[in-house]
């Protein structure tokens, strides 16, 4: 991990060291993946891109132990396929809107009373491995890591990245562009499983908001959409709020606008 963050490359001098490496007459390309690029010169490591470091992460979480866990992810998921040739044809539907507001149920809470935001924890993992995609190991060894959060979100929004490597050398066909498009089903399935899940909630319950992960309803349908999450299997937190007025309410030590 040192080697990799003494090659970074800010992007105020990215282009120009591409250019000086083709104008040394190296064979040159360049892997990309997503935002993320890899600078190759005659086949060797010359830089990456600083971009690469810049997604916020847990301060208890070093690059290193990011990385590993990338790494354990799609191992994992390597493996589940090898085990399961069905996930390969496994495509999940979702035929809704991801997020709403219902201003109506918002206006019959009355100032000053408490409604509840139910929100799963680490909801793309908990989907992942309600899917098949994470061994049960992998799933247990991470699920209640607050420390992981963000890359427990991160390596599953990767899956989504183009993937395409360049080259410099004159050829007549100089960008091939990897087939990743299993890839990208397994990101959209995680992703509609987990509106599913959220919609099933407002379906059977009153509710006055939801977004990809979470629901907010009136105090007296707490316990229903709790139960409900109990019965899928879903881990998920309890947040209290308190209805300011027309516009506002209060949760975890924050005023929000409703």
Same mark, same amino acid.
């Given at each position: 991990m040192q080697f990799r963050k003494s090659l970074e490359i800010d992007d105020q001098h990215y282009l120009n060291t591409l250019q000086v490496l083709i104008?040394?007459?190296?064979?040159?390309? /360049?892997?990309?993946?997503?935002?993320?690029? #890899?600078?190759y010169a005659?086949?060797?490591? !010359?830089?990456?891109?600083? #971009?690469?470091?810049?997604? @916020?992460?847990? @301060?208890?979480l070093k690059p290193s132990q990011f990385y590993a866990f990338l790494g354990a992810f799609k191992k994992s998921l390597y493996s589940q396929f090898r085990l399961n040739q069905n996930l390969y044809n496994l495509k999940i539907e979702f035929d809704g809107i991801s997020r709403e507001k219902d201003y109506d149920s918002w206006l019959k809470i009355k100032n000053r009373t408490k409604f509840y935001n139910i929100d799963l924890s680490s909801?793309?993992?908990?989907?992942?491995?309600?899917?098949?995609y994470i061994s049960k190991k992998l799933y247990q060894s991470y699920i209640f890591r607050d420390e992981y959060k963000e890359a427990k979100r991160y390596c599953v929004s990767f899956l989504a990245r183009e993937n395409e490597m360049k080259y410099f050398d004159g050829r007549e066909i100089d960008v091939v562009e990897c087939d990743v498009e299993v890839f990208h089903r397994v990101y959209d399935n995680i992703?509609?499983?987990?509106?599913? !899940?959220i919609d099933a909630l407002k379906k059977h319950?009153?509710?006055?908001?939801?977004?990809?992960?979470g629901i907010s309803? @009136? /105090?007296?349908?707490?316990?229903?959409? !709790?139960?409900c999450l109990d019965e899928m299997?879903? $881990?998920?937190? $309890?947040? /209290? !709020?308190?209805?300011?007025?027309k516009d506002e309410y209060f949760q975890k030590g924050q005023i929000r606008k409703f």
């Open positions: 104008e040394n007459g190296s064979k040159v390309s /360049e892997h990309r993946s997503g935002s993320r690029r #890899t600078i005659d086949r060797n490591i !010359c830089g990456y891109s600083q #971009t690469d470091y810049s997604l @916020p992460l847990s @301060p208890e909801a793309y993992w908990q989907m992942a491995f309600r899917l098949g992703r509609h499983e987990l509106y599913n !899940c319950n009153n509710w006055v908001e939801y977004n990809i992960d309803v @009136p /105090e007296k349908d707490k316990d229903a959409v !709790c139960k299997n879903l $881990i998920y937190k $309890i947040n /209290e !709020c308190i209805k300011i007025d």
